[in-house]
């Protein structure tokens, strides 16, 4: 006797959470490899220096960009309060912005503080900036697609799928309106009402 409830499904395990555990680990094997063919190389020593230049130059560069990107915030905050003050739309933050770059820069420096010569090497490639634009230019290439292929439309609308097809449960668009509302905003010295009834 069968209770009708539909069979469950146990969802598909994604590519990234079974790929990615392995790439970690063939990557973590392959700095320890090639950390000691330059060890056997050139010395401890020198892969000793090799490791702290990189962790010192990567807390520079994470330094300095971090600097710019708090620059580039207050910036883009004291031109918005500017607008509103002069009664005007804040623009949005123009194509000079989206060129900077400024998290793969972060990026590049996390990997040259990483200890390994793989990650150096990738670290420092990043902080040359014809890749860094190209990186860019290729992630938000990926991010489009990706979002494009999740649900056609806005954003808002890729979130509002995502919601609805939750396997928890169903999800009905609406708006609750309380009627003991008080209505209008209040005045200022006016007591306000009590969270608990």
């Known amino acids: 006797m069968t209770t009708g ?3 469950t499904r146990t969802p598909r395990r994604s590519r990234a959470r079974t790929f990615v555990p392995l790439a970690l680990a063939v990557w973590l094997v392959l700095e320890i490899w090639l ?8 010395g401890g020593f020198t892969v000793f220096l090799l490791l702290v230049a990189g962790a010192l130059l990567g807390a520079t560069v994470v330094k300095r960009a971090g600097r710019r990107a708090f620059a580039n915030l207050t910036g883009t905050f004291q031109r918005a309060q500017e607008a509103v003050r002069r009664g005007e739309e804040p ?18 420096g996390l990997l040259l503080m990483l200890p390994g010569l793989i990650s150096d090497a990738l670290g420092l490639l990043l902080l040359v900036p014809p890749v860094r634009a190209a990186v860019g230019r290729w992630a938000e290439r990926a991010v489009e697609r990706r979002m494009g292929a999740a649900a056609p439309g ?19 668009p609406g708006e609750v309106i309380r009627e003991d509302a008080p209505q209008g905003p209040a005045r200022p010295g ?8």
């Open 190 to 197: 006016e007591p306000r009402p009590p969270l608990l009834p």
């Open 5 to 7: 409830a539909p069979p």
């Open 154 to 172: 806005s954003l808002q609308d890729a979130f509002q799928q995502a919601r609805i097809h939750r396997p928890d449960g169903k999800v009905v």
């Open 91 to 108: 623009q949005a933050p123009g194509r000079a912005a989206a060129e900077d770059r400024n998290g793969f820069l972060m990026l590049g």
């Open 35 to 42: 950390l000691t063919v330059v060890a056997d190389a050139a």
